[in-house]
């Protein structure tokens, strides 16, 4: 533990003097003298070198700024500016060349959105098809743009809006937490410990929005398109499912205006629930594996596994990288690229990185 101060929990308190000195530049040399006379009498040496100054000390090569993560607001308006790009482009492509598309005409412009907003959602109904070759290429270009768009862009901000929900959610939880003693409902939803939804909150939500997308689907298509129950609801599966067998389509005005703000949206909210199931199995798996990497005793062949100095003992820095191994959480590439980081800096190979190694 001697070698590694990065792991030390005890502080230097015989520094403290020097630091206030540091900080207040007009205490008197004769202050000093008193300072380190209470200290049990240790004074500097006249021919040690100057202490260094850490504000003083410069880079020597301008430092890489850290990545920043995308401001939300800023996706959120990438998002709607390109989307209205490519259902503007889409409609105007479209709009003059609507003869050489097949299928139930109700409204150009609405026809025009509704083949957009299928075809970016990769569901294909089939009931608006293209004819010639010309609009056939551009089928290609758009579904392949459109598909990228939508996996990309859409799911992002699809992201933005649950994490803002629940951020609003957490919040609200923690101020009445404040108000309130004991046990509460939030305790059922939050994890104090992790800061955020529980897992089992998360899927279940995650299902509610399956189920209201497609019962606000099938709702809406018995009573606008003039289907029985079951095609209504066999309609609204296939569309939140981006199936799209194409016996069944959107092909009344009113119809095709809710499908162009429905479809937009239930896919997208439906895909992302699938996703918090995913991410629910893994997560279940993870904490199965951290628990039982943290219970288990350590035997012979850890301890040799773990000595990475070979020195017949573990230190602390050891272990945690063995654990960390262990639970999956770092790998042998990124242990060996931080190790060969490390001799870069230690140019003089003594195992530590000094104030002039900087």
Same mark, same amino acid.
């Given at each position: 533990?001697?070698?590694?101060?990065?792991?030390?929990?005890?502080?230097?308190?015989?520094?403290?003097?020097?630091?206030?000195?540091?900080?207040?530049?007009?205490?008197?040399?004769?202050?000093?003298?008193?300072?380190?006379?209470?200290?049990?009498?240790?004074?500097?040496?006249?021919?040690?070198?100057?202490?260094?100054?850490?504000?003083?000390?410069?880079?020597?090569?301008?430092?890489?700024?850290?990545?920043?993560?995308?401001?939300?607001?800023?996706?959120?308006?990438?998002?709607?500016?390109?989307?209205?790009?490519?259902?503007?482009?889409?409609?105007?492509?479209?709009?003059?060349?609507?003869?050489?598309?097949?299928?139930?005409?109700?409204?150009?412009?609405?026809?025009?959105?509704?083949?957009?907003?299928?075809?970016?959602?990769?569901?294909?109904?089939?009931? *608006?098809?293209?004819?010639?070759?010309?609009?056939? +290429?551009?089928?290609?270009?758009?579904?392949?743009?459109?598909?990228?768009?939508?996996?990309?862009?859409?799911?992002?901000?699809?992201?933005? +809006?649950?994490?803002?929900?629940?951020?609003?959610?957490?919040? =609200?939880?923690?101020?009445?937490?404040?108000?309130?003693?004991?046990?509460?409902?939030?305790?059922?939803?939050?994890?104090?410990?992790?800061?955020?939804?529980?897992?089992?909150?998360?899927?279940?939500?995650?299902?509610?929005?399956?189920?209201?997308?497609?019962?606000?689907?099938?709702?809406?298509?018995?009573?606008?398109?003039?289907?029985?129950?079951?095609?209504?609801?066999?309609?609204?599966?296939?569309?939140?499912?981006?199936?799209?067998? =194409?016996?069944?389509?959107?092909?009344?005005?009113?119809?095709?205006?809710?499908?162009?703000?429905?479809?937009?949206?239930?896919?997208?909210?439906?895909?992302?629930?699938?996703?918090?199931?995913?991410?629910?199995? *893994?997560?279940?798996?993870?904490?199965?594996?951290?628990?039982? +990497?943290?219970?288990?005793?350590?035997?012979?062949?850890?301890?040799?596994?773990?000595?990475?100095?070979?020195?017949?003992?573990?230190?602390?820095?050891?272990?945690?990288?063995?654990?960390?191994?262990?639970?999956?959480?770092?790998?042998?590439?990124?242990?060996?690229?931080?190790?060969?980081?490390?001799?870069?800096?230690?140019?003089?190979?003594?195992?530590?990185?000094?104030?002039?190694?900087?």
């Amino acid at each position: 533990m001697e070698n590694e101060p990065f792991l030390a929990t005890q502080t230097r308190p015989h520094l403290q003097p020097i630091l206030e000195v540091e900080e207040d530049p007009d205490v008197s040399s004769t202050h000093m003298n008193k300072s380190n006379s209470g200290l049990g009498g240790l004074h500097r040496c006249r021919t040690a070198p100057a202490m260094a100054v850490m504000r003083d000390l410069k880079p020597k090569t301008p430092q890489i700024p850290k990545p920043q993560s995308d401001d939300a607001n800023f996706i959120v308006r990438q998002a709607i500016f390109l989307l209205f790009i490519y259902l503007s482009l889409g409609v105007l492509i479209y709009s003059f060349n609507k003869d050489n598309f097949s299928g139930v005409e109700t409204h150009p412009v609405v026809d025009a959105l509704y083949f957009c907003i299928v075809t970016m959602c990769t569901i294909g109904f089939g009931d *608006i098809t293209p004819l010639t070759p010309a609009t056939k +290429v551009f089928a290609c270009v758009f579904v392949l743009v459109g598909f990228a768009f939508f996996h990309i862009l859409l799911s992002g901000v699809v992201n933005y +809006v649950l994490d803002l929900q629940e951020n609003m959610i957490l919040t =609200g939880i923690k101020m009445n937490s404040k108000r309130q003693q004991g046990f509460s409902a939030g305790d059922c939803i939050v994890d104090v410990e992790k800061g955020r939804m529980r897992i089992r909150l998360k899927v279940g939500l995650a299902l509610g929005v399956v189920v209201l997308s497609i019962g606000i689907g099938t709702l809406v298509l018995y009573f606008v398109e003039d289907l029985d129950w079951i095609d209504s609801f066999y309609l609204s599966v296939m569309s939140v499912t981006t199936v799209g067998y =194409g016996d069944r389509a959107f092909k009344t005005l009113p119809g095709r205006l809710f499908a162009v703000v429905w479809l937009l949206f239930s896919t997208l909210m439906v895909a992302r629930a699938f996703l918090y199931l995913v991410e629910a199995r *893994i997560d279940k798996r993870h904490r199965s594996i951290a628990k039982w +990497v943290l219970s288990r005793d350590i035997t012979v062949q850890d301890l040799l596994a773990a000595d990475i100095n070979n020195n017949g003992f573990i230190s602390k820095s050891e272990y945690v990288i063995f654990k960390l191994k262990e639970m999956g959480k770092i790998g042998e590439k990124d242990i060996l690229l931080i190790c060969d980081h490390f001799s870069k800096l230690d140019r003089n190979n003594s195992g530590k990185i000094t104030l002039p190694d900087l």
